[in-house]
Nanobody, 124 residues
């Protein structure tokens, strides 16, 4: 079992940048497909990005492609989400999750473990 803790959220102006971190404990992140999703008030949770190790690959939602970058640091057992050119519509609670089934990462039901979330607010 793995425990996930997100950090790095906050308030930023449109066009700004933030980097979210997801630190895992209990098991190494290389055992999982790791992903980020988000949920805005009144909306369903949606996939944002994921990274798999076998084979090494990343996948992004169309809405963030070219602006967000997911990466992993195995020495720190941490996954990052670098978010650039943020827009007000990126405002949401962002969740880190781990999938032990080695899916591609875009299906939220595949994830077994979830963090508590970190709030990102983008002002216009």
């Amino acid at each position: 079992q793995v425990q996930l803790i997100e950090s790095g959220g906050g308030l930023v102006q449109a066009g700004g940048s933030l980097t979210l971190s997801c630190t895992a404990s209990g098991r190494t992140i290389s055992s999982y497909t790791m992903g980020w999703s988000r949920q805005a008030p009144g909306k369903e949770r949606e996939f944002v990005a994921a990274v798999s190790e076998t084979p090494k690959s990343t996948i992004y939602a169309d809405s963030v492609k070219g602006r967000f970058t997911i990466s992993s640091d195995h020495a720190k057992n941490t996954v990052y989400l670098q978010m650039n050119d943020l827009k007000p519509e990126d405002t949401a609670t962002y969740y880190c999750a781990a999938d032990s089934g080695w899916g591609r990462g875009e299906v939220l039901d595949d994830y077994d473990y979830w963090g508590q979330g970190t709030q990102v607010t983008v002002s216009s």
